[in-house]
Nanobody, 125 residues
């Protein structure tokens, strides 16, 4: 079972940038497709982005397309989410998640058996 730990969250002004990291232990990250899912206060979890195990395929939610970039470094057992042009509506807890299912975009939270604890991102207006 892979263990995931997110870092890099914080408080940033609108228009700013943050880079989230997700470090894996207890398993080889290259065995999993990876995703970022967020949850804002009082709202359901929302898919943000996903990347296939090799990094050759990515998919993004329409709300972040063109602003966020997901990437991975399997040698470092780490996945990243570069977030640019942040908006107040991006405020949420961001979770890193891992899936060993067949790659089909993996845009639903239930497709990810393994989750990190989350990191808070707050964007002020």
């Amino acid at each position: 079972q892979v263990n995931l730990v997110e870092s890099g969250g914080g408080l940033v002004q609108a228009g700013g940038s943050l880079r989230l990291s997700c470090a894996a232990s207890g398993g080889t990250l290259s065995s999993y497709h990876m995703g970022w899912i967020r949850q804002a206060p009082g709202k359901e979890r929302e898919f943000v982005a996903a990347i296939s195990w090799s990094g050759s395929s990515t998919i993004y939610a329409d709300s972040v397309k063109g602003r966020f970039t997901i990437s991975r470094d399997n040698a470092k057992n780490t996945v990243y989410l570069q977030m640019d042009s942040l908006k107040p509506e991006d405020t949420a807890v961001y979770y890193c998640a891992a899936s060993n299912r067949i790659w089909s975009g993996l845009t639903r939270g239930l497709e990810y058996p393994y989750w990190g604890q989350g990191t808070q991102v707050t964007v002020s207006s």
